[in-house]
């Protein structure tokens, strides 16, 4: 799929888990009625993790260099670490640049646990399976609507996201 990469084990078994047990408990069910479908929470000190993200976005930039051309510059900002209870995803045909988001150009996300469902696009249709420790890059515009499937096992899903930015002068 055109300007879409996929990292199999960008994050480890053990990593995924560690994340998992140390954020789960900083989701609530009042954040799940705030955002559509999901509880979320914004991910400070992960040193590692964004250290790894750096070398996963350098990799990306190396494979499309087109995405180097922005008008402006760009980065990544935080990672939300986003939980899905079961009977929740955000199924909703989307992309993640919008009139509240119009600065963002990439997303990634990283899938924390194994289900039998994941990220499906809409054109071409495919689907890019949730399995821990893999990570997902694609553009953030129209080019690119997706929406998250729903785990038929009902099962609770875990999974982190970050944006690309650009940098506006202020």
């Not at 989701?27 to 400070?44: A, F, G, W």
């Not at 080019?143 to 099962?155: E, M, S």
Request: charged share 25%; net charge positive; aromatic share 14%.
């Amino acid at each position: 799929m055109n300007f879409v990469m996929v990292e199999d084990d960008f994050l480890s078994q053990k990593e995924c888990t560690s994340l998992i047990k140390k954020y789960k408990s900083k989701t609530n069910k009042e954040t799940l009625k705030q955002h559509v479908s999901y509880c979320d929470y914004d991910i400070t000190g992960e040193n590692d993790l964004h250290l790894k993200a750096s070398k996963l976005i350098q990799k990306y930039q190396n494979k499309y260099p087109s995405i180097n051309n922005t008008a402006e510059q760009w980065g990544m900002k935080k990672f939300k670490f986003k939980h899905f209870p079961p009977g929740y995803a955000f199924n909703n045909w989307h992309c993640e640049h919008d009139l509240r988001y119009p600065d963002r150009i990439l997303c990634m996300q990283v899938y924390l646990s194994d289900h039998n469902c994941g990220t499906e696009f809409f054109d071409p249709n495919v689907t890019v399976m949730s399995k821990t420790g893999r990570a997902v890059i694609f553009p953030a515009f129209w080019t690119h609507l997706h929406r998250g499937q729903l785990c038929p096992d009902k099962k609770d899903r875990y999974l982190l996201a970050n944006y690309g930015f650009l940098l506006t002068k202020k």
